[in-house]
Nanobody, 115 residues
Framework: VQLVESGGGLVQPGGSLRLSCAAS????????ISWHRQGPGPERESVAM????????NYADSVKGRFTISRDNAKNTVYLQMNNLKPEDTAVYYC?????????WGQGTQVTVSS
């Protein structure tokens, strides 16, 4: 099981980024995927989750209306479209899957929101 994030970078407040999470090593279309982030604090925050078919999506209150999670099961990839970014969105963003009761995380991608 492997997850690889990409798409992070430096963006000004109000800007947009789209993160990608490419998956391999498991039957992608049968598993929910989630995005999380870790800022300067000690805890990793849950950002968004999408069900295996994409029919169900959940978001943290802090990103509702600004972030959109989606997936392309043909490409084994989950996306996180982030609009109207704020300095407090600065963090390392990770995707995660739980397969067979075991949690797998990607290596993370850095998002920095600063003028």
């Amino acid at each position: 099981v492997q997850l690889v994030e990409s798409g992070g970078g430096l963006v000004q407040p109000g800007g947009s980024l789209r993160l990608s999470c490419a998956a391999s090593g498991f039957t992608f279309s049968t598993y929910a995927i989630s995005w999380h982030r870790q800022g300067p604090g000690p805890e990793r925050e849950s950002v968004a989750m999408i069900s295996n078919t994409g029919a169900l999506k959940n978001y943290a209150d802090s990103v509702k209306g600004r972030f959109t999670i989606s997936r392309d099961n043909a490409k084994n990839t989950v996306y996180l479209q982030m609009n109207n970014l704020k300095p407090e969105d600065t963090a390392v963003y990770y995707c995660r899957v739980i397969v067979g009761g075991r949690s797998t995380w990607g290596q993370g991608t850095q998002v920095t929101v600063s003028s």
